[in-house]
């Protein structure tokens, strides 16, 4: 499902209110991670928030857009901000180049090798890339470098909810949430996205002698292989605040 794009949304990224399923996604993983969201359904009315651009040149991402509380006032420690949108995809289709890739699920599946005809495990992945789709979540950046961050203010973490006439089925979605100590009026909203997505961000670098990337130039987190899928970024426990104290 489409709408109105927020100010400042990229004309060439498409708007989404609903996550846009991958025809090779499974039945069931549809259902899960791409039914539509009754508005009832979510954990609190949304807040304002607002894309910018990054116009401090001490800002590691200068020249590019962040996501920042736009209302009257702090966002509360756990509240949830936006579900992360995109293209929900098997493995198979990761691009190993997007910056807007995150994991959804991450099953251990056994298969036969071919060539020893021994049974190894595997990682299989869902991911959600909102490189070419997405809502508000794809322009939320990592707090490392960012002038008075210490510590990210916003998490990434799973939601869940019971999907209306499935008899019971769970619909999952990646979400930003306000994190421990809140979101301050006016302040940017960042995560972290792991050490590993850095690293990784540094061996590329090193291999390739380009330093750094664009908008479009990111990676993910490390602690999922690129053989797995791409430069994913790890997806996080069910949000039940337990990480709140
Ligand atoms: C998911 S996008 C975040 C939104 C992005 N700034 C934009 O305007 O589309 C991830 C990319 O943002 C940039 N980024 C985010 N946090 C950063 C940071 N702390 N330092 C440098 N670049 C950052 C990197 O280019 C990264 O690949």
């Not at 869902?126 to 707090?143: H, L, P, Q």
């Not at 002038?147 to 999907?163: C, K, M, S, T």
């Not at 301050?184 to 750094?212: D, H, L, M, N, P």
């Amino acid at each position: 499902m489409t709408s109105t794009p927020p100010p400042h949304f990229p004309p060439s990224v498409q708007y989404l209110t609903t996550p846009s399923a991958s025809p090779l996604l499974s039945p069931a993983h549809k259902v899960t991670f791409c039914s539509p969201c009754p508005p009832s359904s979510l954990p609190n009315p949304p807040p304002r928030v607002a894309i910018r651009k990054i116009e401090d040149p001490c800002h590691p991402a200068h020249g590019q857009s962040g996501l920042f509380n736009a209302s009257n006032k702090p966002i509360p420690r756990g509240t949830w901000i936006r579900d992360y949108l995109g293209f929900v995809h098997a493995e198979a289709e990761a691009d190993p180049l997007s910056d807007y890739d995150l994991s959804l699920e991450r099953t251990v599946v056994e298969e036969l090798d071919p060539e020893t005809g021994e049974l190894v495990q595997r990682v299989q992945v869902i991911g959600c890339d909102a490189t070419k789709m997405g809502n508000e979540s794809r322009f939320v950046n990592d707090y490392r470098g960012i002038p008075g961050f210490q510590r990210p203010n916003a998490v990434f973490e799973l939601r869940e909810w019971e999907v209306p006439g499935t008899g019971g089925k769970k619909g999952v979605r990646m979400a930003v949430w306000a994190g421990p100590h809140g979101v301050e009026k006016g302040a940017e909203i960042c995560v972290s996205y792991g050490r590993g997505f850095w690293e990784k961000r540094r061996e590329e670098a090193a291999k390739t002698g380009v330093s750094g990337a664009g908008a479009n130039g990111a990676s993910a987190d490390g602690k999922v292989g690129k053989a797995a899928v791409g430069r994913q970024r790890r997806a996080r426990r069910t949000h039940d605040k337990s990480w709140l104290g």
